[in-house]
């Protein structure tokens, strides 16, 4: 059974740094794609980040370019997300995601909602003025 548990979300005060996790079970994660999501009350889900580990392929929303950072550890299947320079506007529920073709996965590549079928749960983001 495939599944993404994500843990690691908490508070923090602007200019703060946190850092969510993905443990994926069921699957060979290093050859998917795998990416991080995130929804704010009120607002549409939106791709954050995306990884290819066999490609050496990153992609990042432009809004969190430069402070965020996502890696994968194919050993443990995780796939983190390290948030620096955290803003009020990038609190929400963090979702990691799986399942997208890895032919369009990191580089130039934004990711889309709807090219991913596998979800965890989410973990609740909340940074503070």
């Known amino acids: 059974q495939v599944q993404l548990v994500e843990s690691g979300g908490g508070s923090v005060q602007a200019g703060g740094s946190l850092r969510v996790s993905c443990a994926a079970s069921?699957?060979?994660?290093?050859?998917?794609?795998m990416a991080w999501f995130r929804q704010a009350p009120g607002k549409e889900r939106e791709g954050v980040a995306s990884?290819?580990?066999?490609?050496?392929?990153?992609w990042y929303a432009t809004s969190v370019k430069g402070r965020f950072t996502i890696s994968q550890d194919n050993a443990k299947k995780t796939v983190s997300l390290q948030m620096t320079s955290l803003k009020p506007e990038d609190s929400g529920m963090y979702f990691c995601?799986?399942?997208?073709?890895?032919?369009?996965?990191?580089?130039?590549?934004?990711?889309?909602?709807?090219?991913?079928?596998?979800w965890g749960q989410g973990t609740q983001v909340t940074v503070s003025s």
């Open positions: 069921g699957f060979t994660h290093s050859t998917n794609c």
């Open positions: 990884i290819y580990s066999l490609g050496g392929l990153t």
């Open positions: 995601a799986a399942g997208a073709p890895s032919t369009i996965c990191g580089g130039t590549y934004p990711v889309y909602l709807d090219e991913y079928d596998t």
